[in-house]
């Protein structure tokens, strides 16, 4: 039985799809994760066959070809893609699905819909979400990328850094300034993989999700024309600030399903290692620190849910959903860390999942809101005069 089944709002078509997806990464991810971690990124043939299941769109409605689901369905997937044990592959995905593709939902016109949704829905056409630069990341309205208008069109001019999918992807929804005399003036902006003065300046070499790919981009006088301005001119920021409550989701949904693999991994690791006569699990000291982090674990995958519940209806989570990427991040590194030393010195080998998967979550509490920067939006919305 999956550990979704025991979660409160999840219908059994929510936990069916939950265990096909669970199906999809046992049969199609586990096998040859390995070596996507050492290629850097995940083969298009693997996309190309989840968006032929119809897994790339869970939250586009049914009008459009997709499901019509909501936050939930997103959770039990990214859960789901987080039992892989390879976050690179999780990642990649979920940046295209979860991450980018909100964007050219909520502020796309028909014709951009129209023009680009079937091939991101194939996988033909894989998303990355271009915000942070090299010198703005937490704050986001500090970028200094540029979007002039230029005749029937915007000239752009700016770098992004650390950017999923935008070496081996093919559209990027880039963040410039369209307004300088506004901090907030920031508009998005539809970039092909092609375009003029659009290049890859670095594939950026990490310490974990190293089956995702990663690029430093240059935009030098990219000139794209009104058709690819995504959205309203200079409400970019309250756009992407809108997307950034699914995104911190998706993180902690993904973050949670590899620590509970983990945490089976390591309990069954335990309870086959023989130390002072008996197995390692029947030691106190081990039994009892993986049961508190399962406790853990578990009250982080019901308050994710309920988070993703109250989205669903309407409501608009951000104390809880901020507090919760904050918490259950920085917990599921403890988890990693302790699997690691529950596995002795095979933990510190590159062999050992739980070793990658140490590595692979490091980035949770830095990447999507740092932990400082979401306990300050926590804060502020305690009540204090
Ligand atoms: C592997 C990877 C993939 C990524 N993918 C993408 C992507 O696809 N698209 C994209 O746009 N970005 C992406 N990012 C960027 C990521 O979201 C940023 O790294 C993150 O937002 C932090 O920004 P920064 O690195 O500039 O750190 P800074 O903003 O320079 O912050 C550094 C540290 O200072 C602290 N800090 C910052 N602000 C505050 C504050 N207000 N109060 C207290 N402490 C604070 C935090 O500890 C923070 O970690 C990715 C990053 C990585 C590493």
Redesign the pocket.
């Known amino acids: 039985m999956p550990h979704v089944a025991k979660v409160a709002p999840l219908d059994d078509d929510l936990i069916a799809f939950h265990e096909q997806t669970l199906d999809f990464v046992a049969n199609e991810v586990v096998p040859h994760g390995d070596q996507w971690e050492v290629d850097g990124f995940v083969p298009r043939d693997v996309l190309q066959r989840m968006g032929a299941l119809g897994m790339f769109g869970l939250r586009v409605p049914e009008a459009l070809g997709g499901l019509g689901l909501g936050p939930l369905a997103s959770l039990t997937f990214a859960e789901a893609l987080g039992s892989s044990t390879y976050a690179g592959f999780d990642?990649t995905v979920l940046?295209h699905t979860d991450?980018?593709l909100p964007h050219l939902l909520n502020s796309g016109s028909d014709d951009q819909i129209a023009r680009y949704l079937p091939d991101v829905l194939a996988g033909e056409r894989i998303l990355?979400?271009?915000?942070?630069?090299p010198?703005?990341?937490?704050?986001?309205a500090g970028i200094r990328t540029r979007a002039e208008k230029d005749g029937d069109g915007w000239r752009i001019n700016g770098s992004?850094?650390?950017?999923?999918?935008?070496v081996h992807g093919d559209m990027t929804i880039i963040?410039a300034r369209t307004n300088p005399d506004d901090r907030y003036g920031i508009s998005m902006f539809l970039v092909e993989k092609g375009t003029e003065g659009f290049s890859v300046a670095k594939a950026?070499d990490?310490t974990?999700?190293r089956s995702?790919d990663?690029a430093e981009l240059h935009l030098d006088d990219v000139w794209v024309d009104d058709a690819q301005l995504l959205g309203t001119v200079h409400r970019g920021f309250y756009e992407t600030m809108r997307n950034f409550q699914n995104e911190r989701l998706v993180l902690v949904g993904m973050g949670i399903g590899a620590a509970q693999r983990a945490l089976d991994i390591t309990v069954e690791y335990t309870s086959e290692r023989q130390a002072f006569g008996g197995r390692l699990f029947d030691l106190g000291a081990i039994r009892q620190r993986l049961a508190m982090l399962q406790a853990q674990v578990d009250a982080a995958r019901a308050s994710m849910y309920h988070c993703a519940w109250l989205a669903e209806n309407g409501t608009e989570p951000v104390r809880e959903v901020s507090g919760l990427k904050a918490w259950a991040c920085e917990m599921i590194n403890e988890v990693m860390y302790d699997c690691v030393q529950f596995h002795g010195g095979m933990g510190y080998m590159r062999e050992t999942a739980v070793e990658r998967m140490s590595r692979d979550a490091r980035?949770l509490?830095?990447?999507?809101?740092?932990?400082?920067?979401l306990?300050?939006e926590v804060a502020k919305r305690m009540g204090n005069p």
């Not at 509490?365 to 920067?373: F, L, M, N, R, S």
């Open positions: 990642v940046v991450m980018a990355s979400i271009g915000v942070t630069e010198d703005a990341g937490s704050d986001v992004k850094m650390f950017i999923t999918n935008a963040a950026l990490k974990g999700w995702s990663t980035i509490p830095i990447g999507g809101g740092a932990t400082e920067v306990l300050e």
